[in-house]
């Protein structure tokens, strides 16, 4: 997979194990675990797509939404969230693409008042089913904690 197909693998409805972070940046090991769902669908002619999501999150249920588009001319993809933990609020997209079956996308942002770098990694090829990271960084992306995991199935 290379380009605009790269996302294809996720279009389809799926259930989701996530383990996140309850306390992030302080070396915490507050993992809780809750399920969902999550459906995609391709749009632009395949040169994007959308991802609706359901999230039982123990602390509080909400639908999130992943906006992706594939820009042809540099290879890139970019990829937005918004939830309805912060309607109305899009956040700068996390950019990058696929080597193989492992996708990484990179963003500088700020999370609770610190700058940070944001990097979601996609892997492909697992048996269980696709998977997906998020991890920040507080300097430049020299050490990574990882926050959240998406097991899809």
């Known amino acids: 997979m290379t380009g605009e197909r790269d996302f294809d693998f996720l279009h389809r409805d799926w259930r ?31 040169l994007g797509n959308v991802e609706d999501n359901w999230l039982d999150d123990p602390a509080g249920a909400y639908r999130a939404t992943a906006v992706r588009a594939f820009e042809a001319g540099t290879g890139l993809w970019r990829i937005w969230w918004l939830d309805l933990r912060h309607p109305g609020v899009l956040g700068p997209p996390v950019v990058g693409r696929f080597d193989g079956a492992r996708g990484a996308f990179l963003a500088d942002d700020i999370w609770d008042r610190t700058p940070i770098k944001v990097r979601f990694v996609w892997l492909t090829d697992g048996q269980a089913g696709p998977r997906w990271e998020q991890a920040f960084s507080q300097d430049g992306g020299a050490t990574w904690e990882v926050n959240w995991i998406m097991q899809f199935s």
Do not use: C, E, N, Y
């Not at 989701?16 to 993992?31: I, N």
């Open 16 to 46: 989701v194990r996530h383990r996140k972070l309850q306390t992030r940046l302080a070396r915490a090991a507050d993992w809780v675990a809750f399920d969902g769902t999550s459906s995609t669908r391709p749009i632009l002619g395949g």
